[in-house]
Nanobody, 121 residues
């Protein structure tokens, strides 16, 4: 498994922006599918955005047009740019990684420790 370290969370006003980063401790970052999930208090964790090793991207409907996921394979890092933030985006955001050839096997998914995002005035 790979170690993942998220950063960039914090407190922001509604309508504001944040950029989350997730650094992976691996020399073969390019083979990993990467993603961001979030968990709000009292709710189940949900997948927010994902980017495959080949660059295919998916978003949950609630963040389409506001969030952008990207990756920099040279820096072993995946990003989540979050714009037009809403109070309902408040959650702990987790980075995850899985080798592309194991994407259907949950046991091979690595998770970061999470970073808190709070959207409030």
């Amino acid at each position: 498994q790979v170690q993942l370290v998220e950063s960039g969370g914090g407190l922001v006003q509604p309508g504001g922006s944040l950029r989350l980063s997730c650094a992976a401790s691996t020399n073969i970052f390019s083979i990993y599918d990467m993603g961001w999930s979030r968990q709000a208090p009292g709710k189940q964790r949900e997948s927010v955005a994902s980017i495959t090793s080949g660059g295919s991207i998916n978003y949950v409907d609630s963040v389409k047009g506001r969030f952008t996921i990207s990756r920099d394979n040279a820096k072993n890092t995946v990003y989540l740019q979050m714009n037009s933030l809403l109070p309902e985006d408040t959650a702990v955001y987790y980075c995850n990684a899985v080798p592309a050839d194991q994407r259907n096997h949950p046991a091979f998914v690595s998770w970061g420790q999470g970073t808190q995002v709070t959207v409030s005035s």
